[in-house]
């Protein structure tokens, strides 16, 4: 099945850095999902992003269906945006999961 | 206000005592799906449903039963539960699965402990 794999696993910065978050996919995908979870443990959705470039606010987000991978940049960071972020690859009706990146934003 | 909805949110059992997660959205989307998140795994699918009457198996889904009777619902059974089954459970649904617009909106998780 389609392995996903996400890096850097773990991540600290300093409030107002940027940062960038990578996603890999290993065969083609009907789309791709970014999430946020909160130190409460919702999952917050930040993007669908089969392909092509989306941007909200101080986030943003790349997908390059043909090379198989996706970017979520955060720009500005506050210590709002820790948590952990997942991106989730659907193939068929089958959603496969990142590990995550555990984001810790100092103040 | 469009939702999914988790009952119980907290479950503390014993093992082989039979018990059933609950999963109701609103929002008339066709597709709903169970997840599990352990510990430096992710979160993996346990079994997905496209349509009333309509299931399939996840990566994941040794030792757990589902049902899609109604639209809206889409209950988790754990028939006999045991301690490798303590984890946090998600439900999540969509309009559409496959390649539709199956934008995933979830659940807030159960927590469910099996001692």
């Known amino acids: 099945g389609i392995q996903v794999e996400q890096s850097p696993p773990d991540l600290i910065l300093q409030e107002g850095a940027n940062s960038t978050l990578r996603c890999n996919f290993s065969d083609s995908v009907n789309n791709l999902q970014w999430f946020h979870q909160n130190p409460w443990g919702q999952l917050i959705n930040l993007f669908y992003?089969?392909?092509g470039t989306k941007q909200n606010g101080r986030l943003s987000a790349t997908t390059v269906a043909t090379e198989r991978y996706s970017l979520l940049y955060i720009s500005s960071s506050q210590t709002t945006d820790s948590g952990v972020y997942f991106c989730?690859?659907?193939?068929?009706?089958?959603?496969?999961f990142g590990a995550g990146t555990r984001l810790f934003v100092k103040a | 206000e469009a939702q999914v909805t988790q009952n119980p949110r907290y479950l503390i059992t014993v093992t082989g005592k039979k018990l059933t997660v609950t999963c109701s959205q609103n929002?008339?989307?066709?597709?709903m799906s169970w997840y599990r998140q352990d510990p430096g795994l992710g979160l993996r699918q346990i079994y997905y449903s496209m349509n009333v009457e309509v299931t399939d198996k996840g990566d994941v889904p040794e030792g757990y039963k589902v049902s899609r009777k109604e639209k809206r619902n889409f209950p988790l059974i754990l028939e006999s539960p045991s301690p490798n089954q303590t984890s946090l459970y998600f439900c999540a649904s969509s309009l559409v699965g496959g390649s539709g617009a199956n934008v995933l909106t979830f659940g807030a998780g159960s927590r469910l402990t099996v001692l």
């Open positions: 929002m008339n989307h066709e597709y």
């Open positions: 992003i089969p392909s």
């Open positions: 989730a690859a659907l193939s068929g009706f089958k959603t496969i």
